[in-house]
């Protein structure tokens, strides 16, 4: 009887490429396990990222094939089961790898995001001051305004202008008065027009905001993420994997619960947490009293 390893098998499966990811299983974690008998049958079980999914038929056949040609093998036993939650996190990393090509970034040294569950936190507002702050301390920074629906950093860093185009097709960012590069959708849309775009397209307007646009050296690219942990969140925990996270809060327990969402979506998908910070924890009136508003 001819000796089959897992090894041949596994080369034959990374040859089976998920049409929609375009990845091999292998690449994408989805051989759950390859199982060879003594008669030379071999059971492959594939993990499918959701149950009903519609190109099962396709790996039925292209694993069959694969590994029915494999001298030796007398058939060829395809299962199917569905990625854990947490699987579907880390498959999602797989994804965000190298997608943004080499070179990308390569000048920014960190990339922050702050987030958070609820909009009305404060999270522009920290986005603008703290890249102004780091810029006066004399780090090189950016702003970049990825709350697509609602955006509000050029208001806040007082810039609004055409972004030139570079001989390099590069797009430039604006400089706001305090030397921060800046980058917003709303200085490509109408005032006060609405933005209208659905998942793909937010991905692709994001993607190219990070790819295209001439951020040069920075020592801290911070990242205003629209509220919540919808797609724009998942797109950049795609893309940047380096990314870190802070997450902004109220005191109110509305805005603590929604956070902690927001943080516990970071984990799932290994971006590293920086911290969170509590926004409108109190004012001080002039005659010195302080009250926690909240
Ligand atoms: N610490 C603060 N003190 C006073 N006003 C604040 C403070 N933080 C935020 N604001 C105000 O609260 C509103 C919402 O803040 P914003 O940064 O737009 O929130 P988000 O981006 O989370 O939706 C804005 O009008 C902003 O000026
Ligand atoms: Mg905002």
Redesign the pocket.
């Known amino acids: 009887m001819t000796q089959i390893d897992h090894e041949q098998i596994t080369e034959k499966l990374r040859a089976v490429i998920d049409p929609e990811l375009r990845r091999s299983i292998v690449e994408l974690g989805m051989v759950r396990s390859i199982d060879v008998k003594e008669d030379g049958r071999v059971d492959v079980v594939v993990s499918l990222t959701t149950a009903g999914c519609p190109i099962r038929s396709h790996f039925q056949q292209a694993v069959a094939e694969g590994v029915g040609s494999i001298p030796g093998v007398t058939a060829v036993e395809v299962g199917f089961d569905v990625l854990s939650d947490d699987e579907k996190g880390r498959l999602q990393q797989a994804l965000g790898r190298g997608k943004l090509p080499e070179g990308a970034l390569a000048k920014v040294k960190n990339v922050i995001c702050i987030a958070?569950g609820?909009?009305?936190?404060?999270?522009?507002?920290?986005?603008?001051n703290l890249a102004a702050a780091l810029q006066a301390e004399g780090h090189p920074s950016g702003a970049l305004d990825c709350?697509v629906y609602?955006y509000?950093i050029p208001r806040?860093l007082g810039v609004n202008d055409k972004p030139e185009v570079s001989a390099e097709r590069k797009i430039m960012p604006l400089v706001s008065p305090s030397g921060v590069k800046v980058m917003s959708i709303g200085f490509f849309v109408e005032e006060n027009a609405p933005v209208v775009w659905r998942g793909p397209m937010l991905h692709k307007a994001i993607q190219q905001f990070l790819e295209d646009v001439a951020w040069d050296d920075l020592e801290y690219l911070l990242l205003?993420l629209p509220?919540g942990t919808g797609d724009v969140s998942m797109t950049l925990a795609q893309l940047l994997p380096q990314a870190k996270f802070v997450i902004?809060t109220t005191p109110q327990p509305a805005a603590q619960t929604v956070a902690s969402r927001a943080a516990a979506m970071a984990e799932k998908v290994d971006l590293e947490m920086l911290g969170v910070i509590e926004?409108?924890s109190g004012?001080t009136a002039p005659s010195g009293e302080r009250f926690t508003i909240f």
Do not use: E, I, L, Q
């Open positions: 958070s609820k909009g009305g936190v404060g999270k522009s507002t920290m986005t603008a709350d609602g509000s806040m205003d509220p902004v926004n409108m004012f």
